[in-house]
Nanobody, 124 residues
Framework: QAQLVESGGRLVQSGDSLRLSCAAS????????MGWFRQAPGKEREFVSV???????YYADSVKGRFTISRDNAKNTVNLQMNSLKPEDTAVYYC??????????????????WGKGTLVTVSS
């Protein structure tokens, strides 16, 4: 069955960089838009970034210029490079896959598979 497994989350300091990875299996990865969402304590889950099968990319305004999403279709992985981390980036980060468009995924629609999340904590 389909599976998404995130890794890379840990405790870092403000201003540090961190790279999250999501390994996908059980579906045709290259046909799917892949995205990252996050959920901070006491808050709703929010969109972070998405990359389509054709590498169309969207970012949330809050991470634009600091985060970079990429995918490797040969390895069935999607990565999120996070630079200049801030305490407000603290959250559980989830990987998601959608057979729909990147735009739809960026609006929170059409996700078919979710990972279990990886915790990123940014201390001030």
């Amino acid at each position: 069955q389909a599976q998404l497994v995130e890794s890379g989350g840990r405790l870092v300091q403000s201003g540090d960089s961190l790279r999250l990875s999501c390994a996908a299996s059980g579906f045709t990865f290259s046909d799917y838009a892949m995205g990252w969402f996050r959920q901070a304590p006491g808050k709703e889950r929010e969109f972070v970034s998405v990359i389509s099968w054709s590498s169309i990319i969207y970012y949330a305004d809050s991470v634009k210029g600091r985060f970079t999403i990429s995918r490797d279709n040969a390895k069935n992985t999607v990565n999120l490079q996070m630079n200049s981390l801030k305490p407000e980036d603290t959250a559980v980060y989830y990987c998601a896959a959608s057979p729909g468009s990147a735009r739809d995924l960026s609006r929170g629609h059409g996700m078919e598979y979710w990972g279990k999340g990886t915790l990123v904590t940014v201390s001030s």
